[in-house]
């Protein structure tokens, strides 16, 4: 996968992937050091030229994304000393986003562009050697020819047609018909090398407007983050000249201060974006769900048809729907099709399919055709990938002495209509392999993660005072959000319950005498609109302003 941005990103990430240990030190600071005495002394310079690179680490799926805590700190390992960029920085989490949102979006497209090109080379090859055969056999009849033609001259035979006892008689006709067939067989090979490679251009097409949807994100977020990283460091430097500190030093960015990306600081066009990959996310949960035309509707109102994997799933769609009926012929075309990859991770699909071949004959007492039917599929084991089910061959041939109504175990479960339902799952299962897919959606996945990440025990409080503005406090994501885990908060970040804004040196918490804490605008905001006066959301109680008490967290 290639985007447009800083080369030297690329050498960064590659040698944070083979220092795996540095995700698992337990210092942030020693980790980056150990990293970047590897690296030139220029790579963050903001001067350096840019160029395309890969996107992908280990470093940013290890959660340094979004923490502005390094956005000016300077990292020490011997002679080494570094200055870490915050334009580059900020795009890690960018990275980060499309590698772990959007894998399937480049991945299925992918897989079928390389299909196509093995298709297409087999197709080629094979029409190839058919012309390359009848272009020898018309060469060796011209040779014949001519061989003849020297023999009855050295003779002085000289007859109207030249013959042999030894060769087929050579006549303009049979070359006529050669060179006929030549041409034929050529034209063949023109059409499908035109069909193949009209197919590789379009799977070729797919993968790159999918690349560009991706890349323009890439884009726009990174320069979002820069322009927000600027604005910080702005109204730090304003912070600084009004309070100056005696001991000058590099300031660092606590958590409470970093920049929150949140929807509401988006630009449209990056909020545009993000609602298409919503509606991307749905209608891959709604194919996985079953509902074909509404994913196929919505993905039409929003003009995303090119941007999902919606004729992947039709066609596992219809290949479901024949299993349902208790049909194996277009699954096991599908796995003709896609033999080398099943065989490479090991499915069994295709030996389940002809064992159920096999256990519909001895249902129908068909039992001499199933004997046959053994003898021709399951007499070669490597036929079916080379997996060991040899005790499945046994149970399954030892259906022959029993009928279809037995309650011995286990050729009664072998006989269970509902091997056809565990069919359609393996079938699933398989397909989810072939393309790399997840088993659950894009959609569901976030969705946990989302909900766990803001799950707090406050969430589930039994007197139901919880947050408004909290999504697993709501009724219906706190149902959903029941059997996640809580939030992992290894740094606490107070909330200020009026305006919804991070309580820091800038805002500071302040408690009112029945004990609860607000952020020190909105209390300010609302002492001037009522005569020094402020009213608690909570009790409705009211309080003067210098009765209000800061609070220190240590």
């Not at 040698?15 to 020693?30: E, F, K, R």
């Not at 036929?383 to 061959?393: A, C, Q």
């Not at 999504?471 to 970040?493: D, M, T």
């Amino acid at each position: 996968m290639a985007f447009s941005g800083h080369p030297q990103v690329v050498e960064f990430f590659r040698l944070v992937d083979n220092n795996s240990s540095v995700s698992n030190n337990s210092s942030l600071a020693a980790a980056f050091s150990r990293v970047f005495a590897r690296l030139p002394h220029n790579l963050f310079n903001e001067n350096r030229s840019s160029g395309s690179h890969g996107g992908s680490s280990s470093l940013i799926g290890g959660g340094i994304s979004g923490n502005a805590a390094i956005n000016t700190e300077t990292f020490t390992n011997s002679n080494v000393q570094l200055k870490l960029c915050p334009t580059r920085l900020a795009t890690m989490g960018t990275m980060s986003d499309i590698r772990a949102l959007e894998h399937q979006t480049i991945k299925v497209p992918y897989e079928i562009l390389n299909k196509k090109f093995r298709m297409a080379q087999k197709n080629i090859d094979r029409e190839a050697s058919h012309v390359q055969s009848s272009i020898a056999e018309l060469e060796k009849m011209v040779n014949q020819s001519k061989d003849m033609i020297a023999d009855a001259d050295k003779d002085g035979n000289d007859n109207g047609n030249v013959s042999n006892d030894d060769h087929e008689p050579v006549t303009i006709g049979r070359i006529n018909e050669l060179l006929v067939g030549v041409v034929n067989k050529l034209s063949v090979l023109k059409r499908k090398s035109i069909e193949s490679i009209t197919d590789e251009i379009n799977a070729a097409n797919v993968c790159k407007r999918r690349l560009d949807h991706l890349k323009e994100y890439y884009i726009m977020n990174s320069k979002q983050q820069h322009q927000q990283q600027q604005q910080q460091q702005q109204l730090q430097n304003n912070h600084q000249q009004s309070e100056p500190s005696s001991t000058p030093h590099a300031p660092l960015l606590s958590s409470s201060s970093a920049p929150i990306i949140t929807n509401e600081m988006d630009d449209p066009v990056i909020a545009q974006w993000k609602r298409k990959r919503m509606d991307r996310m749905l209608v891959d949960h709604c194919l996985r769900a079953g509902y074909y035309e509404t994913a196929i509707q919505l993905a039409e109102c929003s003009d995303i048809e090119n941007l999902t994997n919606i004729d992947i799933f039709l066609v596992c769609k219809d290949i479901e729907s024949s299993l349902a009926r208790n049909e194996t012929a277009r699954c096991l075309a599908w796995c003709h099709e896609n033999k080398s990859k099943l065989r490479k991770i090991k499915s069994t699909l295709e030996f389940s399919l002809r064992q159920q071949e096999f256990i519909e004959l001895i249902r129908s007492e068909q039992r001499v055709e199933a004997v046959r039917y053994a003898q021709k599929y399951f007499s070669n084991l490597e036929d079916l990938g080379g997996i060991s089910i040899s005790n499945d061959l046994l149970r399954v041939m030892g259906l022959l002495a029993f009928q279809s109504t037995t309650h011995v175990e286990p050729y009664k479960s072998l006989f269970d209509l509902n091997r056809w339902q565990q069919l359609i799952q393996q079938f699933r299962q398989e397909n989810f392999k072939l393309y790399q897919l997840t088993n659950a959606s894009i959609f569901s996945i976030t969705l946990q993660a989302g909900l766990s990440s803001l799950k707090t025990p406050q969430c589930y409080r039994k007197d139901g005072n919880r947050n408004n503005e909290c999504p697993v406090c709501s009724e219906g994501l706190n149902k959903l959000a029941s059997s996640l885990p809580c939030a992992h908060c290894s740094q606490s970040r107070l909330v200020c319950f009026i305006t919804g804004e991070p309580m820091n040196e800038n805002n500071q918490p302040l408690m009112l005498p029945n004990g609860y804490v607000y952020g020190e605008k909105s209390l300010r905001k609302m002492a001037d609109e009522n005569d020094g006066k402020v009213t608690c959301p909570r009790t409705n109680e009211s309080f003067n302003f210098k009765a209000i008490e800061k609070v220190y967290v240590m």
